[in-house]
């Protein structure tokens, strides 16, 4: 059974940091992309981030620059570092694995930002 738990989320001020992890288990994450979406309340879940097993990361224009995506194969994890933090970074925290037969989602973590 593929599980993706994440972690990490909390208050923070702006101009704030945090950093979100998502352990994986059930699948190895060493060969597929990892991603990391957020859905603000009354909002739409929306693209933050992606690392594919091998090529360059992506990020949402809105966090490109504050934002730093990362994994580690070895721990089966994926993590997101935010740095510089807005009112606006305030939302539901996802991890996402997409694969070609299906997709697995976290249960969230939550991130709100004060200002």
């Known amino acids: 059974q593929v599980q993706l738990v994440e972690s990490g989320g909390g208050l923070v001020q702006l101009g704030g940091s945090l950093r979100i992890s998502c352990e994986v288990s059930?699948?190895?994450?060493?060969?597929?992309?990892a991603e990391w979406y957020r859905q603000a309340p009354g909002q739409q879940r929306e693209f933050v981030a992606s690392i594919p097993s091998v090529g360059s990361t992506k990020y949402a224009d809105s966090v490109q620059g504050r934002f730093t995506i990362s994994r580690d194969d070895a721990k089966n994890t994926a993590s997101l570092q935010m740095n510089d933090l807005r009112p606006e970074d305030t939302a539901v925290y996802y991890c996402h694995i997409p694969t070609s037969y299906t997709s697995y989602w976290g249960q969230g973590t939550q991130v709100t930002v004060s200002s």
């Open positions: 059930g699948i190895i994450l060493r060969f597929i992309v």
